[in-house]
Nanobody, 120 residues
Framework: QVQLVESGGGLVQAGGFLRLSCAAS????????MGWYRQAPGEQRELVAQ???????NAADSVKGRFTISRDNVKNTVYLQMNSLKPEDTAVYYC??????????????WGQGTRVTVSS
């Protein structure tokens, strides 16, 4: 099993910043990708940004230029630096990881979510 533990959410005013962290632990052989999704009330969960081990980044157009994803492969930790936050960024943010527990066993894992609230 793999556990993802998130931290860094909270309440911030529009224009402010937050930094989310997510650490993976457990039965990890390698991690193919780690990233962040978010779900606002009444909305579907959507990709915010994802970073693969090879360095490829996929990010939502709505966050490009404001959010930066980075990863510490030694610590199995992914970060999301969120700048110039807007009220529409308010959501529960979930960490996700595509993990190989063995060379032939691959699964997706999710964190418990951390709430981000941006006030206007």
């Amino acid at each position: 099993q793999v556990q993802l533990v998130e931290s860094g959410g909270g309440l911030v005013q529009a224009g402010g910043f937050l930094r989310l962290s997510c650490a993976a632990s457990g039965s990890i052989f390698s991690i193919k990708a780690m990233g962040w999704y978010r779900q606002a009330p009444g909305e579907q969960r959507e990709l915010v940004a994802q970073l693969t081990t090879s360095g490829r980044i996929n990010a939502a157009d709505s966050v490009k230029g404001r959010f930066t994803i980075s990863r510490d492969n030694v610590k199995n930790t992914v970060y999301l630096q969120m700048n110039s936050l807007k009220p529409e960024d308010t959501a529960v943010y979930y960490c996700a990881a595509d993990v190989y527990s063995t060379p032939w066993q691959r699964n997706d894992y999710w964190g418990q979510g951390t709430r981000v609230t941006v006030s206007s």
